[in-house]
């Protein structure tokens, strides 16, 4: 698995975590290129873009995680992060890492938020 994701759980509503993404098989002078970014699926739903990252920092959100999520990202460790805050039990879904338009991704991690 090139992608490795972590950090999901449950936790109640109002509540935070913070995913991680760490990119296990690229050398460092090729990870640095990629837009990044993280998407999730809801059971019975398509996978949605949650955000995503470019190679220079620069992000964008979702408009229904925008001002609680935030991407970020840590070349030196290949790494890409997603701090959720202010959850909703609508964010519950299985979520991804990607490398932006490929089809390499994560393993999925889950994330259960409750009422």
């Known amino acids: 698995v090139q992608l490795q994701a972590s950090g999901g759980g449950s936790v109640q509503a109002g509540g935070s975590l913070r995913l991680s993404c760490k990119d296990q098989?690229?050398?460092?002078?090729?990870?640095?290129?990629?837009?990044m970014a993280w998407y999730r699926q809801a059971p019975g739903r398509q996978r949605d873009l949650v955000a995503r990252i470019g190679s220079g920092g620069t992000t964008n959100y979702s408009d229904s995680v925008k001002g609680r999520f935030t991407i970020s990202r840590d070349n030196a460790k290949k790494m890409v992060y997603l701090q959720m805050n202010s959850l909703k039990p609508e964010d519950t879904a299985v979520y991804y890492c990607?490398?932006?338009?490929?089809?390499?991704w994560g393993q999925g991690t889950q994330v259960t938020v409750s009422s």
């Open positions: 098989r690229s050398i460092l002078s090729t990870y640095n290129t990629y837009n």
């Open positions: 990607n490398i932006l338009g490929t089809d390499r």
